[in-house]
């Protein structure tokens, strides 16, 4: 697992798009964008000029790994989520992951991929009408402990180095301490509207 790389390739997919779509999104296969208010916020953006869009973001609390159920949305069955700061820049909003392809020239991400340095036309509109659901191994605390001992064994040299990935080492008692918080600050997200 090597962060650099993942950015690298963050910062270079979502080009093969400009010319041929309007928007892109660009998240990770643990992130899900989510809103009953999507195209009518896309319009706005559109109306308004904005080229790239902020949300907030909410890391998954659960009891256990969900079962799956036909017709349900993961956060119908996993249901509780806390506000997760990822984004050091900007805290009221997560990861800048749906943009215009065909004004942005570059979006920089950084090594971690939550903080980007957009160059070109980039004009950043904050929703509260759509969010992000970060799995982020939210299934209960012995399945993050095991999934985060995981991707700790994968870290490469690059990461280590660098310290990229420390959290996937934290001790047991530091992720129970961290995952109660979770759980005490987490909300119903089935009423987000």
Known sequence: MDDA???AVKNKAWKHSKGKADWVVACDC?????????????QYMKDNGYTAMGNVWYAFFGESKPEYQEGKLLHELVKRGARQVINWKDKN????MLFNPNVIEDMKYEVGCHVCN?????KLYKSDKVYTFHIDKGFGLEYKIKESRKRAERLSERNKRFKWGFH?????????IRYNQGIENSIDLTTLS
């Open 30 to 42: 643990d992130e899900l964008l989510w809103s009953n208010h999507l195209e009518e916020e896309l």
């Open 93 to 96: 909003i997560g990861k800048i």
């Open 168 to 176: 996937y080492k934290y001790s047991e008692e530091e992720f129970m």
């Open 5 to 7: 790389i993942q950015a």
């Open 118 to 122: 957009p160059i070109g036309d980039y």
